[in-house]
């Protein structure tokens, strides 16, 4: 049974930076795309960045490029994302996800196409 399992979330200033980090347990795929998405109280779950499997392509929503970075430690089964430059807008419940590239040759923006999901951590950016 795959697990996924998110960390690093917490308060930060305007400006301010976290790294949040997501380790996969049980059942893992040799080869799986990685992918954060984040979800505010009443909105729909917004993608945010993704991680081919090889590392050879990522893809970031426009709202965070250049100042959100995706990772992976394949040893360690832990994916991050380093935000900086955070702002406002930016507060949500962050989710990492995860499926295997024998589903899919790249990743994804669509939530649909992961099969599975962190419970998620919470962001808080103030003002």
């Known amino acids: 049974q795959v697990q996924l399992v998110e960390s690093g979330g917490g308060l930060v200033h305007t400006g301010g930076s976290l790294r949040l980090s997501c380790v996969v347990s049980?059942?893992?795929?040799?080869?799986?795309?990685m992918a954060w998405f984040r979800q505010a109280p009443g909105n729909e779950r917004e993608f945010v960045a993704a991680l081919k499997w090889n590392g050879a392509a990522t893809v970031y929503a426009d709202s965070v490029k250049g100042r959100f970075t995706i990772s992976k430690d394949s040893a360690k089964d832990t994916t991050y994302l380093q935000m900086n430059s955070l702002k406002p807008e930016d507060t949500a419940v962050y989710y990492c996800?995860?499926?295997?590239?024998?589903?899919?040759?790249?990743?994804?923006?669509?939530?649909?196409?992961?099969?599975?999901w962190g419970q998620g951590t919470q962001v808080t950016v103030s003002s």
């Open positions: 049980g059942r893992t795929f040799s080869s799986y795309h």
């Open positions: 996800a995860t499926v295997s590239n024998r589903h899919r040759n790249n990743p994804s923006r669509a939530p649909e196409d992961y099969d599975f």
